[in-house]
């Protein structure tokens, strides 16, 4: 639980901010405002099958600075990002490295009117999905310290609360989302690449009938009566991306 009467405060705030919210674009505003933050973004980047994928990002930035983010493929040099999806601790921005091309963005970013001074931190749920909640604010840097050691306890739990909302959002309230193995996820992505159990034992070195046994438990867990529909609901709950 955070410390302090202010963090306390704001963490209070911010956490039935979240809870209260109609969604997690509410709830990531919501915890900007409580925090008196510039601004705030929930990134869910990590399927269990792949390093880096974004299709799930909610920010309080400005629209135009978002569209330029994208227009300029910022995705592939931002520490941030990379960092963030490989990472299991919070971490502050200033100590990231940076590649020529990621000083380049930052120096955008600034020219944008928006500050370097970030934090981040890191989700990984047991389903092996990775998230990413980052704060920043337009302060100096004295007061950027001082409040990441007033905030950073409360914004590790508003990072794992913003997380439970986006599951829910994504998948339905309440929902269980089914634990596959590492192979039972290969052997399903494999055959939904069009490779038979032949094929798929000799790419894992494993025998096809082990394969079947894989993809039959892969079909239990999912509760799917074949191999295409475990595929099409392990898709549509993000266990595999195809």
Known sequence: MPGGNQADKAFERAFAAVEAAADVMEAVVAVRDS??????????????????????????????????????????????????????????????????????????????????????????DRNGRRALFSVNAAVDEGEWDALVRRHRAGW???????????????????????????????????????KSAKDIGRRLNISPRTVEAYLLSARHKLGAENTVKAIAKAVKLRIINI
């Open 35 to 124: 925090y008196g933050l510039s601004n705030a973004t929930y990134h869910l980047g990590q399927l269990p099958a792949i390093a880096v994928d974004g299709p799930y990002v909610k920010s309080t930035y400005p629209a135009a600075w978002l569209t330029r983010y994208l227009i300029q493929g910022y995705t592939r040099v931002d520490p941030v990002v990379i960092e963030g999806f490989t990472r299991t601790l919070p971490f502050d921005w200033r100590d990231l490295e940076m590649s020529p091309k990621a000083a380049d963005l930052f120096a955008d970013f600034v020219a944008h009117g928006l500050s370097a001074y970030g934090y981040s931190v890191p989700v990984v």
């Open 156 to 194: 590790g739990e508003i990072a794992h609360a913003l997380h439970r909302k986006a599951m829910e959002e994504i998948f339905g309230e309440g929902i269980e989302i089914p634990k596959l193995a590492p192979r039972e996820m290969e052997a399903l992505i494999l055959t939904a690449d069009g």
